[in-house]
């Protein structure tokens, strides 16, 4: 079987675990602070059974579980995200959210991280502070060794590429590290959708195209040239099109004024996109290249599919794409992005 690392893992972590990691303050009252969720949470439950029948085996992984699953796969590295507190955005107080983003990523460390060197970290940021953004995300980078800095999709008042947040860019693009634009459902969901799989099928690639464009008519990456940007949990199927349409737009902005294209971010290497299992990644691979392609196996958030190993042969036996385009997607590019 060829190298492989997982670009996007989860962690499945829980409120009675990161209030362990919380200041004395806020753990001397426990007992009322979890009597809400740490983080909020949008209004569309995503394990009810209307939204999926089929036999489920939920998982809630410690380390030791995540250590044999890579076993199992034969996977080399798995980077690890979170996954309630992907809703980080969507916290109104900056202090709270300069504490949970802390707690959660002494969290990661200290239960996955320095357990298993196979397992690589993603720091959550506050983004609601944007001092304490960056403070965060260089402690996480180099204390714990973590290989960036997790944007919300969703949540957040303004666009990713507005000038407030230009600073969590500058600072990753000085630490050489990666950032991603990881999709969430956003609370104001609630009144887009009618059931839970319309949710499923758009929540994250609406925001995703959101944030995607506005980055790049921000021309913020066109004077970082260190920064890998990331867009995962959406698939890639969208970014042709959608790439497409902003050149269009930005031929017609005076040259003197326009931003680097995407299609001239690409050729440095500077964006990246997962790769799931659709049917449109040959065509995206003729259309943007295989340099920006990234294998996820979203373990443990696809309950119908926790064998890594067969997830892996899946994907290799796959016969729409070519084989070293395989090993870019599944290997060198992660190498690449997440500087590993």
């Known amino acids: 079987m060829p190298p492989i690392i997982d670009s996007d893992g989860h962690v499945r972590e829980t409120d009675e675990q990161i209030i362990e990691y919380m200041s004395a303050g806020y753990r001397a009252r426990r007992d009322a602070m979890l009597y809400f969720p740490l983080v909020p949470h949008h209004g569309w439950h995503r394990s009810i059974p209307q939204n999926d029948y089929r036999e489920q085996n939920f998982r809630v992984p410690d380390w030791r579980e995540w250590a044999q699953k890579l076993d199992e796969g034969e996977i080399e590295l798995a980077v690890l995200y979170p996954t309630r507190f992907m809703h980080v955005g969507q916290i109104g107080s900056p202090q709270y959210a300069v504490e949970l983003c802390r707690a959660y990523n002494d969290f990661l460390h200290d239960q996955f991280l320095k357990n298993d060197r196979r397992m690589r970290g993603m720091a959550l940021l506050p983004l609601q502070d944007i001092p304490a953004a960056v403070q965060e995300l260089r402690r996480a980078v180099e204390k714990y060794h973590m290989v960036g ?96 349409k902003i050149e269009e737009r930005l031929e017609r902005i005076p040259s003197g004024e326009r931003p680097l294209t995407p299609s001239e971010l690409l050729a440095r290497k500077q964006l990246f996109f997962q790769c799931g299992e659709e049917m449109t990644t040959g065509r995206d691979i003729e259309l943007i290249g295989d340099s920006c392609l990234l294998w996820a196996s979203d373990f443990p958030h696809e309950a119908t599919k926790t064998n890594l190993r067969e997830l892996v042969k899946e994907f290799f036996a796959r016969e729409d794409l070519p084989d070293d385009s395989k090993t870019k997607i599944a290997y060198d590019n992660a190498k690449n992005f997440y500087t590993l």
């Open 149 to 244: 800095g997790i944007l919300p999709a969703e949540g957040l008042p303004l666009p990713l590429g507005h000038p407030l947040y230009r600073p969590i860019f500058q600072e990753a693009d000085r630490l050489g590290c990666a950032l991603s634009v990881h999709s969430c459902t956003s609370l104001r969901d609630n009144d887009r959708f009618l059931q839970p799989n319309e949710v499923a099928t758009l929540a994250h690639v609406i925001p995703q195209m959101r944030q995607f464009t506005n980055i790049m008519f921000s021309g913020l990456l066109s004077e970082l040239k260190r920064l890998r940007l990331g867009f995962l949990e959406a698939g890639c199927g969208w970014v042709p099109y959608l790439i497409s």
